[in-house]
Structures are given as C-alpha cells and as structure tokens.
C-alpha cells in the first residue's frame, strides 16, 4: 500500500464491476476505510478470507517471495511493473502459475495510456525511418522518498524508463536489440541516475533513447517515430498521439485511465484461464546494464 | 580465428567426420594451411563456395551481425558462448533462424566436460543442501591480449563465470535466481574483474559463486554441492568428478573433449533439423548485471 497503490490501484479495482477489494497488506502503509488489513501475506493467509487474486505493488527487491507465496495458495498474482528484480525469477513465476494453473500477469501500464494501440495501428502500414524516446523526469518531484529505486535491483532511471520501453516494444512491428548504452550512476547510489541508449532492428532502424531523473522545469515522456508518411508524436508517457497529418488520435475504446484499463485485462485473463506474461521490457533493462558502459556521476542527494 | 579456434575448433571439426573445413574468416588472424581464407563474411559470400554451416568465434559485441548475415544465407549457425551481448538479439536470432528453417547452437563447452553427465545423474537423486561455485582464474594466463573482455558487453569475469554457470544450470533439478550480487569494477575497466552472487531457488537452496579474475596461484573452476548423502565436487571446470564415497565418475560416453561433444551435437542438430538455445546461463550474466551493486576497484593494468 505505497503510493503507486493509493494513487491507481484502489480507484481502479473501485471502479471495475468484475473485481472487489477484500483487503490490503502492508508492512507500513495505510489500509483502505473498513476494508480488511493485513502486515503480511503470512496474516492474511492465516486470516482465512476468501481471496482468488492478489495485486503486488511493492518495490521489485521483495516481490518475488510474495508472489510465489500467493501462488502456492492458487491465487491469481497481477505483477506491477517491472514484474521482478531479475528474468530468471520471473521465468520461474511464469512456471510456478502455469503449474499451479492460476493466471500471472506481468502488467505494463503505460501500454493501456490512450495513444499507444493507435500508434501501433499507424506504424504497422508506415515504413519506419527513426525512432527517439525522450523520458526526463525530476526525480525529486515523482518519486519522493522512494529511496529503493536507487538501491541495487530498483532499476534507477529505468524504473520510469521501462514504462518507455513497454510502449516501444508495443508499437514498433518488429523486435529490436541494443547496440550502445551508457549507464551514468551517481557515486553515492547503486542504480543509474540516466541512461543514453540505442538500439537497432534487423533491417537496422535506429532507435534513441535519452531517459534522465535529473530533469528540472519542464518534464518529457516522448516517443517520436519518423516515417515515410511524416512523424508520428507520443507525448505525455502515451497520453496524446499527434499523426503526421496534425491530427489527435485517441482509441476508440479508450479505458478510463490505464489502472482501469490494466484490471479490465487482469479480469480478462483469469476468466480465460491463461497468463500475460511479456518480458520484452525487463529484458532490454537488463541487457542495458549488460552492455552499457557505466559513467560515475556527482552524488545525487534527494 | 583468434585464440579459441585454433586452439578448440579447428581440432575439433578435423576430428568429426560429418564435419569438413570449407574456409576460415578472419580480419586479424590466421587460417589454416591450405583452407580458403578469406577476411570477412561478405568475401566469404562472394566467392561462392559452398557452405552449409558457419562456427562464429567472434567476441560477443560483433557476433550478432555475423550470425544474422550467415542465416540470410541460409547457414547453420554455431555460436560460441556466451551467443551475444544481449538477450534481445539472442531471442532475434533465434527468430530468424526459426524463420530460415535452419538449426541455431548456443554452444555452452562447459556442459560437455566429462564430469557434467553423471552429475547431473546423481543430483537428480539426491536431496541438495548447498553450492558454491568457486571459479578463480589470472586474467593474464589466461586473456592474454584479449582487451575486449573488460570493455563493456565484453562480460569481465563472467565470460568464464558463464562457463560455471552453464554448468550449474545443467547440473540442479531445478531453476534458481539471483537474490545479491555484488561486481567488482576495475575503475579503468568497463567491465566487472570479480564477482560475488547469492542464488536461492523456490525451495529456498542457498546457491554462492565466487568469481575473480584476480588469482595468481593456483587457479580454481570447482562446483561442490553438499547434499542427504554426502559431498560431490566438480573440479576442473567439470573435468574431474569426485562423488561421496571418494570414487571419481566420468561418463562412459565421454567424447574427446568438450568441443568434439559441441560438434557432436551440432552436427545431430543439423541432421535433426532443430535448434539448441538454452539462454539460461546468459540470463544469470545479466540478472546479476541488473540486480547487483557496483564497486570500484583499483585499476587493473595487463
């Protein structure tokens, strides 16, 4: 029950007729009215409520012991992002639920935000010339007193970078691999503070990414693509599409919000007994920190 | 053809009857007596000789655009390990060879060391209390001259900590993940010189590696693994096995070293018309990469 919890999750589930909110756990954050709070997933277990599905919204470093303790319990397990700390735990969660044969679902938010499927419709008749993603952010401003995000595993710059990175993976038609990155950590943390990466496709497309956690004044969450039909914009983390013709596109069922729109296909898994489960993301993070080149910085104090 | 094929391949493929050496390729280094040599895969392409499979030896941050080229030719591809920089362009190779109808071999020598087998074997059966993994070689022993392994995507220790890796995967039961990590970087070095790693898996197996680049003196590639019926250890980076009751194991059907099992089974892959990936030890490389805190050394100087 951190912020990302209070802030999205609870007026999502509020406002999905298929899901009810039984109870919330937390170590230290606040419940939610009458609605039944645990410390623990040990005491909510050992509550004995009813439950058939659990959301996980802590930092990545803990999540995974939670998430296999709800699945031994054949509870239906909704991953926030990113789904782990590590690919190999989270390829062993996919394992444990397709055993336990509950549903796993390793969310990415910002591909519900209302531009992303538009985009991917347009880019898929488009030839593709360049592509530029843009994600600055004040550190200070979005995530204060998160301090797990620049400790080892909390991703750093990438924890809003992989948000970029999901939609990326969304809307280009073909998979692509980086080639260069330069990691610049702080001397005082253990993740990254930014990161310049690029990536290339098999028909060698040139994709830029520029993420920064130090960006004062004005904020930027953009997605440029190049194409032989004009440039198409994603601004605003996926919020606003403007097509080459400088027109707004929204998708036509658009979902209130993307927290709602994440439920709604929580929801949709579940009743279709099967998984969502897209690693693509987490797996350019890590071949970032793989490949990069890692530059100390001057110590960053919040 | 630098250090690893004149030292491995070329003996191996001369010593595999289903395999003969068509040409060599190289932009440094030297064939081999008679063969056409020629200096990159486009000459190699030019000149039109027939060709059914390439052996890509290449360090990890150029094999991609080779192994890429050779499967639009219609080539099966054997890549030495590690198979790329990344995951990504792993799983877009893979893509592609599937696409071409032609066999892929992430070749992990280690795995055909004669101890691995009846290690596995054996653990299968028992019930496994504990592993260290102790991998401690002189980087200049053994690197001499190979600068790209501390620049970045060049993997620093892990390129022979992945040998111990592709072991450890092979040999437990069952899949584990990185729960610390701790890197060593030289601070004019891109690439980590020592490593420290904490594995568990879902049953709670405590799994340690020790990594470093570092060791003069005797050199050390061990895997012990206490388990319900006493200790086994892998010595020699899987050469040697010593099992509980003090015997020493090897497989009866141990090939002539590692790389006559590698060919072995390229060549039953082609034939099977398949392909043999198993990114696992890979994902470790990364996931510890991902997960794990940084510390600066003191300079490393060949």
């Not at 929580?266 to 490949?291: G, N, Q």
Request: aromatic share 8%; hydrophobic share 45%; glycine share 8%.
């Amino acid at each position: 029950m951190g912020k990302i919890a209070h802030d999205q999750h609870v007026p999502a589930i509020a406002a999905n007729r298929d899901i009810v909110l039984a109870a919330t756990v937390s170590r230290h954050g606040e419940g939610v009215g009458s609605v039944p709070h645990f410390r623990d997933i040990d005491d909510l277990i050992a509550s004995g409520l009813e439950i058939d599905a659990v959301s996980l919204c802590t930092p990545p470093q803990v999540r995974r012991a939670i998430a296999a303790r709800a699945i031994a319990q054949g509870w239906h397990v909704f991953l926030e992002k990113p789904p782990g700390a590590t690919l190999a735990e989270v390829a062993q969660l996919r394992a444990a639920a397709d055993a336990a044969g509950i549903s796993l679902f390793a969310s990415w938010h910002s591909r519900y935000a209302p531009g992303v499927e538009p985009a991917r419709a347009f880019l898929a008749e488009a030839a593709i010339r360049k592509v530029t993603v843009t994600w600055r952010e004040d550190i200070r401003v979005w995530h204060p007193g998160q301090s797990w995000i620049l400790e080892a595993g909390g991703f750093g710059v990438f924890d809003p970078g992989i948000n970029a990175l999901s939609i990326v993976t969304r809307i280009l038609p073909r998979p692509f691999f980086i080639t260069e990155a330069e990691l610049d950590f702080p001397a005082n943390r253990d993740a990254p503070i930014a990161a310049r990466i690029r990536f290339a496709d098999d028909t060698g497309l040139g994709i830029e990414a520029d993420f920064d956690f130090r960006q004062e004044g004005p904020q930027s969450w953009d997605i440029v693509v190049e194409t032989d039909q004009g440039t198409l914009t994603l601004h605003d983390g996926g919020a606003r599409l403007i097509l080459p013709d400088g027109s707004e596109a929204a998708h036509k069922d658009a979902l209130h919000g993307e927290y709602a729109g994440l439920y709604h296909r929580f929801a949709e898994i579940v009743r279709a007994r099967t998984s969502d489960v897209d690693i693509a993301p987490l797996r350019h993070v890590a071949d970032a920190f793989l490949r990069g080149r890692r530059i100390t910085v001057e110590p960053f104090v919040e």
